[in-house]
């Protein structure tokens, strides 16, 4: 089988959790410590909170601005649905904006025209959508105008780049995810990175029962949730981030394989940018758009034949819970319905071989061709 994703967890892994295990000091700790000043550096800001997902992280960030009840933030429509659920569970509304075609992320006109029609909206939460990153130049331009606070979702988007910044470092702050299916894992794990001091102390306290993360003794500052990693997790996200530079590599050389496998086909591969680097924690193409209606079909036909491939990700204001409360229908958000419809990620892993890449885009063109 070529299976969609693989985690690349070696001996050194392995060793390390055990190690961990038997000191017998399993949550955070000199592990967790280290671990955010890894991930701080790598991103490039000062402060980086290590929490238990990227979930968490983002409902924090979102506490740690106050979102309440009678708030709206702008939130991208194609996301993994906690991007959108993490607004509902701060009481506040979300509202979608439209995306790309090309890159899957926040569109930026759509969310100036958003912005100039709705008062209430105290937060915006783009995505790098698969590690592409958004045009945060454009976003942070009108977030800056209306002193409105970015905060990125950059789960799949550790070690990618936008004008020489990396992703995660250019909001008020970034959240990240290291769950089996991005590029370097805890199991479940995440972190939130941002320039902002006190903004750092408000997460931390937050992520541990509202403690004052600044005092010698213990006080309880603020009522808080747990949101920790564990020591072993923590020492997991080292020994992967040791090799992070190797994993990124070769996702980027498989990509390239893909862009030229696919080249001159009818199947649109992954947008390229000149100002921007993916860390393709998916690679997704999008299929002709006269035969999307047969997806479902398609995938089921590649895993007959030891293919794994799968939908991108979702069409949140689509789905039971957002379209019955709000109402949204097909048509509000067109690219989205577009780029929902057609979208496939493909295999992408660290033990993908060039004659399993050639398999999969045989098979998926064949197809293609079949019912063109
Ligand atoms: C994976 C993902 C999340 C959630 O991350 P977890 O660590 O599983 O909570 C959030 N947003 C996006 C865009 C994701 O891809």
Redesign the pocket.
Known sequence: MIRLAIPTIEEDDCKVVAEVLRTGNLVQGERVAALERSIAEYVGVPHAVAVS????A?HLCLLALDIKAGDAVAVTAY??I??ANVIELCGAKPIFIDIEPDTFAMDSSDLERVLARESSIKAILP?H?FGQVADMDAINQQAIVRKIPVIE?A??ALGSTYRGQRAGSMGRAGCF???P??AITTG?G?SITTRDEDFANRVRALRNHGMDPTSTTVDFIMPGLNYRLTEFQAALGMTQLAKFDRLLEGRRLRASRYDALLAGTSVQTSARKQDRDSSYQSYVVLLPRHISGLRSQLIISMREVGIEVSIG?YHMPLTTFFSSKYGYLPGHFPVTDDVFARALALPLYEGLSVADQERVTEVLLAWVAHHE
Do not use: I, Q
Request: aromatic letters at 10%.
């Open positions: 997902n990227c979930t968490a983002l996301s993994w906690s991007t995505v959508p979702d789960a799949c995810s290291f769950h299916r991005k479940e995440g990700t």
